[in-house]
């Protein structure tokens, strides 16, 4: 093997190595037996996982944030699929607007984002609402599941669709039928980056959650802090394992490689 | 005709609902936060909604915001060229792993950080760089320090955690960009006589360049905003403009200040993503 190659794949591997540092980190500490975060860990134990599962603020918080994603991921992914379908199949005065507009949330930086939000939501009463959480996670998701539906409708052959019209369907059966069944893939994707960054979301919700809006990702916020308490290790864990789950799904559903 | 019509009407129907939450929950927020920022906070914090710059002045001529400025880009400059050396390899070493099931794996660590939410991977950063955390454990016990350093809080801790939140960003669009390259043309290159290195340098780089242009502004844009990661590592007071427009909004409530900083920074990153563009632009010419 030549020496440059070697080089880059040492590189290369060092990066990975970088890239799951942390989150390995935070899965061992989640083990550690001792009362605070130390390393080496003091023994194995589960016993933050059961002080997790025994808390009422970390399991107040773990049904908000599944409530928040539960209303955002249906909402999103109906406001998603419509606009990607049109932006991909439909020619029209203002597309490229409409395409930078949608995506716009995702390059804003955060901190002005939560901060335009938080403005708005005071004057209109909406911080610290589920209401308020609502919006602003519907606003962070919509860039990314519209770009992952959009792969799914650029795979589509238009002929099916035309086949199916001219068999008779009318528009609404082709879209029931037809074009949506065919956009699965895209779809589901759609569905779960929608539902895993509603419910990592961060950025905005600190600006605009409050004391009866703590969300999971806002109570560990709250506790790396102010109070330790070493079941952040634990819910972090869990985390983790959630994303390499749903990753698992995301490949065998399109392929990894075409999500980037 | 009546069929463009009609198609046109279609698509913009479709588009109706995201337009409605675009333009409620995104355009008319941020036009109110420009309003905002034009108005002005009298010393007993009452706003006054009439024309002014005062909140621009304050930033021009503060040497405190433009250390803030000054915080943001430099950490910015650092976590760019960090990403792209990191980066550029990672991406290589992906797209050329031989196998299979490797190549998979890869890009699921790659792709783990955008799933897994950014106060998870910050708190692994927390636990690395701690005093009491695995990396001085390990300094320790090899006997390369003798007392634990301290590592949060410092500008060193924020540029290597805010590396790992942004790196996916810059390995995905070049891997992609990497991905789409003939593989052809690097033969061709070789078979006329080129050195390996000289095939990378004139043939796969420049062929790679529009994901590395989109990678780049892509890290510098989302860079500049980043302020969760840099309050968990360093606290609030590490000078960061992001973390001074929370400071100032949050903790001293002038909205109108926190507003004007807000359109600074914003305007900052429109500049960055529009130079990218241009770049782009040029390069994909050059490219034809």
């Known amino acids: 093997m030549r020496p440059g190659r070697a080089a880059v ?16 980190v935070v899965v061992l500490a989640s083990l550690n037996a001792a009362n605070y975060l130390t390393f080496p860990p003091r023994g194995i134990s589960l016993r933050w996982y059961r002080a997790l599962w025994e808390s009422d603020l970390w399991a107040e918080s773990f049904r908000l944030s599944l409530l928040v994603t539960a209303i955002v991921t249906p909402l ?54 589920l209401t308020g959480l609502t919006l602003g996670h519907t ?33 609404w059966q082709v879209f029931w039928r037809v074009t949506l069944p065919l956009l699965r ?15 990592g979301e961060l950025g905005v919700t600190l600006l605009i959650a409050g004391a009866s809006t703590t969300t999971l990702p806002l109570r560990i916020f709250n506790y790396t802090e102010y109070n330790f308490d070493p079941a952040i290790n634990a819910v972090s864990t869990i985390f983790v394992l959630l994303a390499v789950v749903l990753i698992a799904v995301l490949d065998r559903l399109i392929g990894l490689v075409r999500i980037g | 005709m009546r069929a463009a019509a009609r198609r046109r009407l279609t698509a913009w129907a479709l588009l109706a609902p995201a337009l409605v939450l675009l333009v409620g929950v995104f355009v008319v927020p941020s036009l109110d936060l420009l309003r905002l920022s034009l108005a002005w906070t009298d010393p007993g914090r009452t706003i006054h909604s009439d024309f002014s710059l005062a909140n621009y002045r304050n930033f021009t001529t503060s040497a405190h915001f433009h250390r803030l400025l000054w915080g943001s880009v430099k950490l910015t400059l650092w976590v760019t060229a960090g990403c792209l050396l990191l980066g550029y390899p990672a991406a290589w070493y992906m797209v050329h792993a031989r196998r299979r099931v490797a190549r998979t794996v890869l890009y699921a660590i790659v792709v783990s950080p955008l799933l897994i939410s950014v106060i998870v991977r910050t708190f692994g950063w927390v636990v690395l760089l701690a005093n009491n955390g695995v990396v001085n454990w390990a300094l320790t016990v090899t006997g390369a320090v003798d007392k634990p350093v301290r590592m949060l809080g410092t500008f060193g801790s924020v540029t290597v955690a805010s590396i790992h939140v942004l790196l996916p960003f810059m390995i995905l669009p070049i891997a992609s960009g990497l991905q789409d390259i003939d593989p052809t043309l690097a033969r061709a290159a070789q078979n006329l006589g080129a050195t390996p290195a000289q095939t990378f340098w004139r043939v796969t780089l420049p062929l790679s360049m529009p994901g590395v242009l989109a990678g780049t502004a892509l890290v510098i844009a989302l860079g500049l905003g980043l302020f969760i990661t840099p309050l968990l590592v360093a606290g609030p007071l590490q000078p960061l403009l992001a973390l001074g427009i929370y400071y100032v909004t949050l903790n001293q409530l002038d909205f109108p200040l926190g507003a004007a900083l807000s359109f600074v920074l914003l305007i900052f990153a429109l500049l960055v993503l529009a130079a990218a563009a241009r770049a782009l632009s040029a390069v994909n010419r050059s490219a034809v």
Request: proline letters at 6%; hydrophobic letters at 60%.
């Open chain 1, 9 to 24: 794949d040492a590189v290369g591997l060092a990066v990975y190595a970088f890239l799951l540092a942390p989150l390995v």
């Open chain 1, 76 to 129: 999103v992914l109906a406001i998603g699929t419509l606009a990607a379908y049109a932006l991909v199949r439909f020619d029209f005065r203002g597309r490229g607007l409409m395409r930078t507009l949608v995506m716009a949330p995702l390059v804003m930086p955060q901190i002005v984002l939560g901060i335009a939000l938080l403005n708005f939501f005071s004057a209109l009463g909406l911080v610290n609402t």
């Open chain 1, 139 to 171: 606003i962070v998701t919509l860039p990314y599941t519209v770009r992952l539906v959009a792969i799914s409708v650029q795979n589509l052959d238009p002929a099916l669709e035309r086949a199916a019209e001219s068999l008779g369907a009318n528009p």
């Open chain 1, 185 to 199: 893939p895209g779809v589901v994707a759609g569905a779960i980056f929608a539902a895993i960054i509603s419910f």
